[in-house]
């Protein structure tokens, strides 16, 4: 059925045709179809204007660029998608020297939310603004959540979970109010981190509504594992304890657990640690047909690791930004070794399990492109991976490295200090010694 959004040509034809009580029916369907078009244009616009407007800032078609990034702003739903492209618009103005438009821009963005604060501070692509009067006032209006250091004091927040769940109940009454449903009851009341997560890795309500309706079984069968969460607090508290006892400079931020879109299983913002929850949800009684890639969800009782593997990013701020594979790698298996050794298990074991064996064939493909950007061959590859290979084998190799290093050093308490500052990823891979432990291999 093709609906024509037209107002006036739809009302015309009505009074003509039906009578008044079937008119009102004729109309509410009508607008259903219209907003469902324009659900998924939005979905369609979002990825296709924001690929549009990276493009031109690339390019450094500055002009075209805030354009792009002003629609982009025009039409995110989430807040945090909202605040970044109005940053974006505001870099390409002050790449054109037009400070003002700059400035106005920079300050819608932080109303709406933008909370990097040591970004703007360290953006080159905004120095036309820092000799302006202006400049501190803005930094001072950027707020920074307050980093805590004490274990004990770290929020673990489940509230959108339970808040999806009773979503769900709701829909399953009235499915065809789906949108509206999701919206008021989830999306509407999401907490900080969720609001984070939505805008990072899932981008519009009408994607993650497609998700659950190509997933009825699954969801059918995972709530038990998903509440679970508030289960797992006093074992998370317990390796963020374990944390501190390595690293007396460790920050432990909020956790988050939302229901998302399979998109992410973890990911860090600002606001804290967002654990996609539905994503360690597997177990007894799950069924999990209808998920193409069963790499993607993982046991319930991944979650206490995942968390502490994101804990980690979460304090990598000390490391060298080196566009080369072993960095992301070293990256990633940091976080899986440091996880494991706070939590007991590391946060990826599958990857570990296959890999057993196949060591030397792994890093002999890896040295090929360790020194060149080529993350997607290592990391976040599920959909080029080979019979021969497996999805993210780069936290593999980084894990390896890291346990060397650990393994090799007299100071425990320094080697993870040094692994958190990483200024040179060739001299700390000859430091750990991994090469020779694989030489020694049989």
Known sequence: MIVICNKKNALWSLKKTYPNFMKKIICILLLTG????????????????????????????????????????????????????????????????????????????????????THLINDSDLAALHNNPKWETLINKTTTKSLNDNPNLAKIITKDVHNFWKAY??????????????????????????????????????????????????????????????????????????????????????????????????????????????????????????????????????????????????QQDGLKNEKITLKYAIQEGMADFIGELISGKTANEKIYQWAKGKEKMIWEKFTKDMYKDRYNNWIANYNTVSADSYPDLGYWIGYQICKSYYENANNKKQAIYNMLHIQDYKQFLADSKWEKKLDAMK
Do not use: W
Not at 56 to 62: A, D, L, P, V
């Open 34 to 117: 219209c907003i469902l078009q324009l659900n998924a244009q939005n979905k369609t616009d979002i990825s296709s204007i924001e690929k549009e407007a990276k493009e031109y800032y690339k390019t450094k078609n500055y002009e075209k660029a805030t354009s792009k990034y002003l629609q982009l702003a025009d039409i995110s739903y989430f807040k945090r998608n909202k605040s970044i492209a109005l940053y974006m618009a505001a870099r390409a103005l002050a790449s054109q020297n037009k400070v003002d438009s700059s400035f106005i821009l920079l300050d819608k963005a932080i109303t709406n939310g933008f909370k990097y604060k």
């Open 169 to 314: 109940d709701l829909v399953a009454k009235d499915t065809s109010n789906a949108y509206n449903i999701y919206k008021k009851n989830y999306f509407d009341k999401a907490s900080n981190g969720m609001e984070d997560y939505m805008g990072l890795k899932v981008k519009s309500i009408a994607q993650f509504i497609a998700h659950l309706n190509a997933h009825p079984k699954l969801y059918q069968t995972i709530r038990p594992n998903t509440l679970k969460v508030d289960e797992y607090k006093d074992e998370i508290l317990q390796s963020f304890r374990n944390f501190k006892q390595l690293y007396a400079e460790a920050k432990f931020p909020d956790v988050y657990f939302v229901i998302g879109a399979f998109t992410s299983g973890g990911t860090v913002s600002p606001e804290g640690l967002l654990i996609g929850t539905n994503q360690m949800s597997d177990g007894d009684g799950v069924n999990t047909e209808e998920v193409v890639n069963k790499l993607r969800i993982n046991k319930s009782e991944t979650l206490p690791h995942v968390v502490a593997h994101e804990l980690i990013h979460f």
